[in-house]
């Protein structure tokens, strides 16, 4: 007989075992089922972000930045360092051992929770009695009976058409966080969030990075000041990113008894080049996966590039068929996906869940890392919205100082006559953990007087935040 669920998730990442999580908490018998597999081919729950994406990534940057401190930097705070030596495997066995704890910890919170958890595939079956069968193929076969079905089964990296990962030479996120041997020379295609990441690990390994784009501006999405600032300190580090390429053939050919990889492409002026490197990591976007899950069986409506579709609650054109995460729209982010799975439970549970896209945040954890959140200068411009700016630079901040990282900046953008916070964008150290003030600000539609006005620890980064928002009237105290 098949077990009976209110809810059933399909997919177990920061979308799904928190959709999972919440919906048991609001006393539903919840299901998750979730295919990853680790090493040893047992249950590794956390989707991309635990296994692929946002952990071991900021696993593998954090160790890469103490290399490259001790390396470069300890010096100048008076620390000798002698025989400073990479040892990469321990750095890729660190990482792989955060990952298992996220795993792990994953696990032990859907146990916590009562949420049954369930190691394979899941698909569609067919609708039935009000609800759907959901099949489990995994080391059992097994199928589910579910009231309602929430699937958030993520992304997958998207491949060049005339370059197939393989993993070896051409390189995904998941090959990119697991090169054996620091390569002499690393390309990458496509300079979003991941490629200058993936870039700026290898780089501090050791690795002489070129990073081709074919868009002609860096960084887009950002507010122009802080990508200008930004792209000022990645050609400092070294890190080569050449912008408004168009990529043609790409080959693997024999090197000694490596291989190497040639790219054929045209820079910005229309100049043929050739770029040949040991490894090639693409990064150009990710694609919504639904891959096994069978949608056709129950008519789940996909769009032309197969993210399921839903409205603004979730909801897809299916009765209790509810999609959350990477594979619908909006950002591709971890967070993003965890507050859709929040507000599905909340409303299966007849509450009111809601996601304020406005002020979801973006983090780039480069160093120095960028982040952002609300509206940049250039779409306040392109709306014709009045807006006043105030910019404050980490050169000006004592904590900066000590820490011995001035690079960058924090920018407040705010209405010119509420004075409500319209974006706030930040280039500089610990950017990713001084947005999260940003945040609140906006939930709480605060002005840039209310930051203005708050007291903020001294000597700290956080100064940074409150004298931009000063500078919006322009009386920053510092500078
Ligand atoms: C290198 C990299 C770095 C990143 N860094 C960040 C970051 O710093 N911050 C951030 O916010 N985001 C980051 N992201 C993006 C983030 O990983 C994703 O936005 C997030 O994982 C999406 O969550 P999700 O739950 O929608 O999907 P996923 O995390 O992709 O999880 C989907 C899960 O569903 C499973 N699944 C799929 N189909 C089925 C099926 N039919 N049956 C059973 N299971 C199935 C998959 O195996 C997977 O475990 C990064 C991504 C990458 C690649």
Redesign the pocket.
């Known amino acids: 007989m098949s077990k009976q669920f209110d809810v059933v998730v ?7 075992y928190i959709a999972a999580i919440r919906a048991a908490q609001l006393g539903q018998n919840v299901a998750c ?4 597999k680790n090493a040893k081919g047992g249950p590794a ?5 635990t296994n ?3 952990i071991p ?2 696993a593998l940057l954090q160790s890469s930045e103490h290399f490259e401190h001790a390396g470069k930097h300890f010096g100048e705070h008076g620390i000798k360092v002698a025989g400073l030596e990479l040892d990469l495997p321990t750095m890729l066995g660190r990482k792989d051992q955060v990952v298992k704890q996220n795993n792990d910890g994953i696990l032990y919170l859907l146990k916590k929770n009562k949420v049954s958890f369930f190691h ?4 569609f079956v067919a609708a039935k009695d009000g609800g759907y069968e959901i099949n489990v193929k995994g080391a059992a076969d097994e199928t589910l009976l579910a009231t309602h079905v929430i699937v ?4 997958n ?1 998207r491949a060049l058409p005339n370059a197939p990962f393989d993993e070896e030479n051409i390189l995904s ?1 998941d090959g990119a ?1 697991r090169i054996g041997g620091v390569p002499k020379k690393l390309g990458l295609i496509g300079s979003g ?2 490629g200058l ?2 870039g700026s690990v290898w780089r501090r390994l050791g690795a002489e990075v070129t990073i081709l784009e074919g868009l002609p501006t860096f960084l887009g999405a950002v507010d122009d000041q802080i990508a200008k600032e930004a792209k000022k300190a990645f050609d400092k580090q070294g890190l080569k990113i050449e912008l408004g390429v168009k990529v043609g053939d790409i080959k693997i050919g024999k090197k000694g008894k490596g291989s190497v990889v040639s790219i054929a492409y045209s820079n910005a002026k229309g100049e043929a080049q050739t770029l040949d490197v040991d490894k090639l990591i693409v990064s150009i976007g ?1 694609v919504p ?1 639904t ?3 069978n949608a056709e069986a129950v008519g789940l409506k996909l769009d032309e590039r197969g993210a399921i579709v839903v409205d603004d609650d979730c909801k897809t054109n299916l009765a209790n068929v509810w999609a ?4 619908v729209r909006g950002p ?6 965890e507050e859709e799975g929040v507000a599905v439970a909340e409303r299966i549970a007849g509450q009111h869940g809601h996601v304020n896209f406005n002020t979801v945040p973006w ?1 780039i ?1 480069t160093s120095p890392e960028i982040a952002w959140v609300g509206q940049t200068e250039q779409q306040l411009k392109a709306a014709g919205r009045g807006y006043k700016a105030g910019t404050f630079p980490f050169m000006a901040n004592g904590r900066a100082r000590a820490l011995g990282d001035t690079t960058g900046m924090v920018k407040f953008l705010a209405d010119d006559t509420t004075d409500e916070i319209l974006g706030v964008h930040i280039v500089g150290p610990m950017a990713s953990e001084l947005i999260s003030e940003a945040v609140v600000a906006m939930e709480f539609k605060a002005s840039s007087e209310d930051i203005a006005r708050i007291c903020h620890a001294h000597p700290s980064l956080s100064e940074a935040t409150k004298e931009a928002a000063l500078a919006v009237e322009k009386r920053t105290l510092n500078f």
């Open positions: 399909i997919g177990g990442g920061p979308g799904g089922i979730d295919e990853w729950p956390g989707g991309t972000c692929v994406g946002c990534s900021k394979g595939r899941g698909s958030a089964t993520g992304s990296a996120n966080l969030v991941i990441e993936m990710r996966n891959i096994g899950l959350v995460g990477d594979v591709m982010l971890a967070h993003k996906a983090v954890y």
